[in-house]
């Protein structure tokens, strides 16, 4: 019963410690890191949408910025090594998907971040989105 009450009691200390960063302040981690406002040589950023999330009782929702581009045609995979390759640069750990695309990591402000690097070919679109969440 005690072994019980000892891993409650630790699992609401991480609760309450996770909600400590504000949703604000997770955008704002974002938004500092130099891939927030990267735009890609050559293709035309159609949509940049961010979010807050939000810090509520139970599992705060990440934070989030996407970026898209519109790409010449047949140069989506190209342009993913591109933005990986950027990413790289400015300190993200990057790896290639089992499916296509790239994936990565970074700490930024404290804050636990992932990078998703992912296009269509067909539609000749690429975009990035950076994220909060936990390891």
Known sequence: MKRLLGILVTVAAALVLASCVSAADRL?????DPMADY?????????ATETAGHIGPGVPSDAALRRTFT???????AEL?????AARSE????EEGAYGG???????DGLFSQIRITGI?????VWFSLSTGDK
């Open 28 to 32: 704002e981690a974002l938004r500092s």
């Open 102 to 108: 790239y994936s990565g990591d970074k700490t930024i």
């Open 91 to 94: 300190g993200w750990t990057i």
């Open 71 to 77: 790409v010449a045609e047949g140069t989506v995979l």
């Open 121 to 125: 070919d067909s539609d000749n679109l």
């Open 39 to 47: 735009d890609l040589p050559n293709a035309l950023l159609v949509r």
């Open 81 to 85: 090594d591109v933005i990986a390759d």
